[in-house]
Structures are given as structure tokens and as C-alpha cells.
């Protein structure tokens, strides 16, 4: 892959004025500049689900892996744990990460496995047309509920904080300079990183004027906090107008789930040596 173009020649077919643009965009000028550091291109991962954004891995010319709606997580749980040299990045969407992949995002953040998650979070199904999202705010009217949903949003910095992600952040899709320090610094964070962006459909779920009027970028905040993180999280819920605060919210420094499995494997001799011990003992 290195020396090659970083962005593909496939076409593009994404909507005009989506936000997975931004997001690529960002992607794009991270990886670039990491490569430009001495992070070969070779050793970056690109897993991406079902979903709009899961054309993120033919739109990039890096070594990529498509999974099952749900599944980006443990993908990149073993592609981590099989090489740990590897830069492992999960691209997915608010579908598939907070719907069919709740249980291995939770799970992820739990381990504190080494891995990027960005979560494409556009609050709404596009590619099957507009159905709602474990983020959809209640009432949304959709193609699945055109009666409003029922349903409040959950909210994912929450849930992530109180499932151990040692980095937890949120971006937003109109703000390219911002999102572009968050992603960087996500993936150079060693530990489970996590950002939600807020992303624009902007064609079943346009909300950019609510989020250009609330967003805020995070002063003076203690990252270091769990209590300031959790109290910053739920200060906007998904669903009524409020403060949106953008950036990261936690940054800790634990032991990752790949440096404990790593620690955990013993040479093929050593393994034969236990082998045989077991069976002697058994004789």
C-alpha cells in the first residue's frame, strides 16, 4: 500500500453533502501526517460494518476488512490480538455499533482492547432508507416509525465511560479542524478509543442548524476526571436541545486487553514443556 495514493480511484457513492466527506476527510489528513511520522501505512488496519460508512474502506487505499452488521469490534479484537504492531481502526455506524454491535462495543471498551472506534453517528439508518437509530431522538418519524418512534435515545459517551473506554471523545462533522486533532489523538492513545461524531444525513436526517447552534468545544476541562467526563456526558441527552460539547471528554492510562494476552502466550516450546509436565503427572 505504501506509495500509493492514500484515497482510492474507486467511485465515490455517497449523498452530496454527507457527512462520512468530513470524516474521510479527516481520516485522510490522520493518516497522512501519521505516515509522515514513520507509521508505515502497511502496518494500519481500516474495519468497517454495514452501513453508509462501511464504503470507508474502498474510498481507502490501506489494508481493510468488511465485517457482518455489528461485528467490527471483535474483528479488530483479533486482528489486535494476532499482531499488536498493527494500528487497528473500526469506522462504524450508530446502527451498527449501538443496535447489532451494542454487546461487542460494550465489551471492547471493557477489555480496554488497543483499537480506534469512530462511530459514524448520523442517528439514522441511510442506507436502508430512514429508519430510526438507537440515537433517534423520541418522535422521530421514519420509514419504520411514521408515527414517531416511542423510544428515548441512549446516550453512547455514557455508556462508554461506565464501561471502562480509556478514551472517550465526540466530534462533529462541520468542525474538520477539531475532528481531526480528536482522531489523531484517539488512535495514539494506547487503550480502547472512542469518538462518537455527530454526522450529517442530509438526506433522511438533516440537523446541522441545531448542531451549529449548540455545539461548544471543550476549555478547560479535566479529562483526567471520570466524574467530569460522566457529569460533561450527560449534559446534552441525545434527544431535547442543549449544550453539545465537542472533544475529549476522558483520557486514563490502564493496562490493555492485547498486553495482557500477549504477556499471557509462551513460546511452542515452552507449551510442549507444560505438555509433557501435565502428562507425567498424570502417569
Known amino acids: 500500500m505504501t506509495g500509493m495514493p492514500l484515497i482510492s480511484d474507486t467511485q465515490n457513492t455517497w449523498c452530496p453533502g454527507c457527512g462520512n466527506f468530513s470524516i474521510q476527510h479527516a481520516l485522510k489528513a490522520v493518516l497522512s501526517t501519521l505516515e509522515s511520522e514513520g507509521i508505515s501505512r ?17 474510498y481507502f487505499n490501506i489494508n ?25 481502526i473500526c469506522c462504524a455506524g450508530d446502527g451498527d455499533a449501538y443496535a447489532e454491535g451494542l454487546d461487542h462495543l460494550i465489551f471492547g471498551a471493557k477489555r480496554n482492547i488497543d483499537i480506534t472506534v469512530i462511530v459514524h453517528n448520523n442517528r439514522v439508518y441511510g442506507l436502508t432508507t430512514g429508519q430510526y437509530t438507537p440515537t433517534s431522538p423520541l418522535g422521530f418519524r421514519g420509514r419504520s416509525t411514521p408515527a414517531g418512534t416511542l423510544e428515548y435515545p441512549l446516550n453512547p459517551l455514557e455508556m462508554m465511560l461506565a464501561t471502562g473506554a ?13 475532528l481531526k486533532s480528536l482522531i489523531r489523538e484517539a488512535i495514539l492513545h494506547r487503550g480502547f478509543s472512542f469518538i462518537d461524531v455527530l454526522q450529517i444525513c442530509a438526506t433522511f436526517f438533516d440537523v446541522h442548524d441545531v448542531y451549529d447552534q449548540y455545539v461548544y468545544e471543550l476549555r478547560d476541562h479535566e479529562s483526567a476526571s471520570f466524574d467530569r467526563a460522566m457529569e ?3 449534559e446534552w441527552d441525545y434527544n431535547n436541545k442543549g449544550p453539545i460539547a465537542l472533544g475529549a471528554f476522558y483520557r486514563a492510562k490502564l493496562p490493555t486487553f492485547d498486553q495482557k494476552v500477549t504477556a499471557k502466550i509462551i513460546s511452542l516450546e515452552g507449551r510442549t514443556a507444560a505438555i509433557q509436565r501435565i502428562l507425567d503427572e498424570r502417569r
Not at 502497511?42 to 474502498?58: P, R
Open 42 to 58: 502497511d502496518t494500519m488496519v481500516l474495519v468497517t460494518g454495514i452501513g453508509c460508512h462501511a464504503k470507508m474502506a474502498d
Open 232 to 234: 460533561k456526558a450527560r
Open 166 to 178: 480509556t478514551f472517550v471523545g465526540r466530534g462533529y462533522s462541520r468542525k474538520i479542524e477539531s
Open 64 to 88: 481493510s476488512f468488511y465485517c457482518i452488521h455489528g461485528r467490527t469490534i471483535p474483528v479488530a479484537t483479533g486482528i489486535k490480538i494476532a499482531n499488536p504492531d498493527l494500528t487497528v
